[in-house]
C-alpha cells in the first residue's frame, strides 16, 4: 500500500500562483508515474498532469493547462510538484494526487487539496 500526501492548495486571486506537493510512501524505483488529477463540483475528475518515473521522465498536461502549470519531480524526496501559474477561476477544483506502482500498475489516491481562484 502507497500512501499519498498532497499539500499546498488554498485560495488565491485570479492570476496568481500556487504550488502543489505530493509525496508517496515509497521510493520512486517502486513507482511508474505520479500525477495530479482535479475535480469540480458536479465534474468528472480530470487529468491535470503527469510525470513518468521510468526512462527519460516524461511529463504530459491537459490542454487547458499547459503553459500555464508544470509537473516537476524530486527523487530523492519522493515528491512530485505542480506549479501553477496565472490561474483562473476555472481551475477552482479539489487536486488529487496520484501514484501508480511499477509492476501491477496500482493506483494509490491522495486525500485531495482544494484549490480555489477568486475572480
Known amino acids: 500500500q502507497v500512501q499519498v500526501v498532497e499539500s499546498g492548495g488554498g485560495l488565491v486571486q485570479a492570476g496568481g500562483s500556487l504550488r502543489l506537493s505530493c509525496t508517496a510512501s515509497?521510493?520512486?524505483?517502486?513507482?511508474?508515474?505520479m500525477g495530479w488529477f482535479r475535480q469540480a463540483p458536479g465534474n468528472q475528475r480530470e487529468l491535470v498532469a503527469l510525470?513518468?518515473?521510468?526512462?527519460?521522465?516524461?511529463?504530459r498536461y491537459a490542454d487547458t493547462v499547459k503553459g500555464r502549470f508544470t509537473i516537476s519531480g524530486d527523487n530523492a524526496k519522493n515528491t512530485v510538484y505542480l506549479r501553477m501559474n496565472s490561474l483562473k477561476p476555472e481551475d477552482t477544483a479539489v487536486y488529487y494526487c496520484?501514484?501508480?506502482?511499477?509492476?501491477?500498475?496500482?493506483?494509490?489516491w491522495g486525500q485531495g487539496t482544494q484549490v480555489t481562484v477568486s475572480s
Open positions: 515509497e521510493s520512486i524505483t517502486s513507482i511508474q508515474s
Open positions: 496520484l501514484a501508480r506502482r511499477r509492476g501491477d500498475s496500482s493506483a494509490y
Open positions: 510525470i513518468s518515473w521510468i526512462g527519460s521522465g516524461s511529463s
